[in-house]
């Protein structure tokens, strides 16, 4: 699951060097440049039990990345192309896999990187991937949809249920790998509601976060959790032939983002269908038509920062963000530490998209006649902290280096 050094050399072909480091520089120049040895991928093992890959950087290196389920997975190398075209693109390393990949998978990563340098040409490099194109048929039928037991993956169980055949969940994503205590509570809301539902629980256990997003400079929101989603839909294959992934966002709110209607479908396969479900409705949309269910509102988790393993915090952005869209659709949900605290909001750390949210929120709540002026006051506290401490912490860390320079001069 670590990053350790190697003793593995990985042979170079003339198809690993990369297009701009091919070993001479341009005429100009005359210069010589190195040529570039790919990240190679071997998947270990075969039949029933866990997926693995060893995986080996252009450095020497070596990762091994293990998913496991409660049903048989898929021991390909296809699985394992969405995460790693994502991690080799922001290193900027070619690709070598050493068994088939499927070609639909693979026609759609040249898609993919289409995507990625358009939205960020300045971390992302184009890259190269060596595979041999295959494909297994496995006559799979059923429709799986990804279910944290938050309110998109809710909504999209719950307003697609004639087609859902399985909900899936995936410890090791926003539960850490090591975070056993939270992941048993997660499962146990999950199993109880999948079976209020009246679907079966796929059950997923996987290291590619800790092992990737956590160790490569990759954002987990922006860049990454889209192609680990997409590596779980596709090591599914022997039961899905289609996965939906429930949006992040409406159309008027798409941005650049892991998950998103422009790329999900690219990572489908010949065998796995991947959508992405619902752009018409906003969060609230989304709120109040899960806030009647019973399932929902006794299971709902939204919470990613957990602090001390709470299940919801009802401190950080999300939780107040998601109370704040029940109390305007008028539902009663039971996960949640009893009303806001609005001392804590103050003191909220936000990001650009939470200030976004939070807006949208306080807009439904004067809209929907609910007047808790101590409230908006402290949600547009911590709005106002969110744009000053950027400043402030640079100007302190200037200052600091400032200092430094004058005591140093002082001391000669």
């Known amino acids: 699951m670590s990053w ?21 520089d341009d005429a ?3 210069t010589l440049r190195p040529v570039i040895s790919p990240m190679s991928v071997h998947v270990e093992g075969t039949g029933a039990g866990p997926i693995t890959a060893r995986i080996t950087t252009p450095s020497g290196a070596e990762a091994r990345v293990t998913t496991e389920s409660n049903y048989p997975l898929d021991h390909s190398h296809t699985p394992w192309l ?10 900027g390393w070619d690709i070598t896999f050493d068994g088939p990949v499927d070609s639909t998978a693979l026609r759609g990563a040249s898609e993919v990187q289409k995507v990625f340098l358009d939205w960020y040409p ?3 490099r184009e890259v190269s991937i060596s595979a041999e194109p295959g494909r297994v048929a496995t006559g799979a039928t059923g429709v799986g949809c990804f279910f944290s037991g938050g309110v998109d993956s809710f909504y999209s169980a719950i307003t697609q249920s004639d087609r859902i055949t399985h909900l899936i969940f995936v410890h090791g994503f926003d539960i850490g790998i090591d975070d056993e205590s939270l992941a048993i509570r997660a499962l146990a809301g999950a199993r109880e509601s999948a079976a209020e539902l009246g679907k079966p629980l796929i059950e997923v256990k996987t290291t590619i976060r800790s092992a990737f997003g956590n160790r490569l400079p990759l954002d987990w929101g922006y860049d990454f959790h889209g192609a680990a989603l997409a590596h779980v839909g596709l090591a599914l294959s022997q039961h899905l032939s289609t996965v939906i992934i429930p949006s992040s966002n409406c159309r008027e709110e798409l941005a650049p983002w892991g998950s998103h209607p422009d790329l999900d479908p ?5 065998t796995v269908v991947f959508e992405h479900h619902e752009l018409d409705l906003q969060r609230l949309g989304k709120i109040r038509r899960i806030g009647g269910n019973r399932t929902a509102m006794n299971h709902l988790r939204v919470c990613w920062e957990n602090p001390d393993g709470a299940f919801n915090c009802g401190r950080c952005a999300k939780c107040v963000r998601t109370q704040i869209g029940l109390s305007v659709a008028g539902a009663q949900c039971t ?9 804590a ?4 750390n936000l990001r650009s998209r939470d200030r976004g949210y939070l807006k949208t929120a306080l807009a439904a709540m004067q809209a929907s006649g609910i007047s808790h002026a101590e409230l908006r006051q402290a949600v547009n506290t911590a709005i106002r902290r969110s744009y000053w401490t950027p400043a402030l912490f640079y100007m302190r860390s200037a200052g600091a280096r400032v200092g430094q320079v004058i005591r140093r001069s002082l001391r000669r």
């Open 335 to 343: 996960t949640f530490p009893g009303g806001i605290d609005v001392r």
């Open 82 to 91: 969405p995460p790693l075209l994502t991690a080799g693109m922001r290193k």
């Open 122 to 124: 300045k971390r992302f």
């Open 4 to 24: 350790s050094k190697s003793l593995i050399k990985v042979p170079v072909g003339p198809e690993a060097a990369r297009r701009d480091e091919s070993g001479l």
């Open 266 to 270: 690219l990572w489908s396969s010949g």
């Open 345 to 348: 909001v103050r003191r909220m």
């Open 28 to 30: 100009r120049c005359g």
